[in-house]
């Protein structure tokens, strides 16, 4: 049996019309009946029937239908595998927040490429939250990430641990304790869908204090920060996007989150030896320059 001949099977099975076939296959519809012709001879089954005006398939066509879709995509899996065997190839899609994106992921994604210029890689902006379904859903290939992600389905790669902070400006947390701060100002969140939300959840609750009231800001460090040093309020902001206002005296310190922030790269278990995420995790690993620059990031 020639694969040519059973591929027109296969899409004149699915498609039960000659016209639409051969416009699917770009041939004449006589090359497609004279196909399906030579193939019953072949088989010694006739594969279809008219009911009417309706094209259908008999018995032996409904099973060699099935044996073909089997074929099929074993065929495709073979050379999906023969390809990967060259090396890293195709769209890599990578999610992350934008802060991630600009402050780790452009200088990366330009190594990884010059090595590997056969990959045209993509950035998908979203936060930690969304990246994780993406990357469950098959959307984006890997996610970076700064959120918890159990999931036994999903492979982590660890790339950075950070320390966060309750912080407030320097204006309000002159010679103030903790607890007038906590009464008198409101204290300044990031959006709901964020991952950093349960590590505020767990900070308050462990802690026993409550907000006196909450302003939501949105889910960028920077703006929550910008908030914290116009006096809105006070924030809990991860370390490496506000060491520069530690350091020249701008924000307070009012206490350190026991937990820190994880970053990581996920992926689909399943999926971790193809080349193309092998070799971008490989490549996360050895050059996630933790710990510098201060670029907004979206949690």
């Keep these: 049996m020639e694969i ?68 099929f995509t074993l065929m495709d899996k073979i050379e999906k595998e023969m390809e990967e065997l060259r090396g890293p190839s195709g769209v890599l899609t990578i999610a992350a927040s934008e802060y991630y994106c600009q402050r780790h992921l452009a200088k990366v ?21 969304h990246a994780i379904q993406s990357v469950k859903d098959e959307v984006a290939d890997i996610a970076v990430i700064a959120s918890e992600c159990d999931d036994i389905h999903i492979r982590k790669t660890f790339l950075e641990e950070e320390r966060a902070y309750v912080v407030v400006s320097s204006t309000i947390g002159e010679n103030r304790s903790f607890e007038d701060i906590l009464r008198d100002h409101a204290f300044i969140s990031y959006n709901e869908d964020c991952s950093f939300s349960t590590i505020i959840d767990h900070y308050f609750k462990s802690s026993g ?85 201060v670029v907004s990031r979206t949690r």
């Design 4 to 71: 040519r001949k059973l591929k027109t099977f296969q899409v004149v099975a699915e498609e039960l019309n000659m016209t639409k076939a051969a416009k699917r296959l770009t041939y004449s519809q006589p090359t497609i009946t004279l196909q399906i012709q030579s193939l019953e001879k072949e088989l010694n089954h006739t594969l279809f029937t008219r009911v009417g005006k309706k094209t259908m398939l008999t018995t032996a066509g409904i099973k060699l239908k099935g044996h073909v879709d089997q074929l």
């Design 109 to 129: 994604v330009k190594e990884y490429t010059d090595v590997y210029p056969e990959v045209k890689v993509s950035l998908l902006p979203l936060n930690s939250i």
């Design 209 to 293: 204090q409550h907000p006196r009231s909450t302003i939501t800001v949105g889910g960028s460090d920077e703006m929550i920060k910008r908030a914290v040093l116009n006096g809105t309020g006070y924030a809990i902001l991860g370390e490496n996007v506000i060491k520069q206002e530690i350091a020249n005296g701008s924000i307070t310190i009012l206490d350190q989150i026991s937990e820190p922030i994880i970053t990581s790269a996920i992926n689909l278990k399943v999926r971790s030896e193809e080349p193309n995420i092998m070799t971008f995790c490989e490549f996360l690993r050895n050059r996630w320059d933790a710990g510098t620059g």
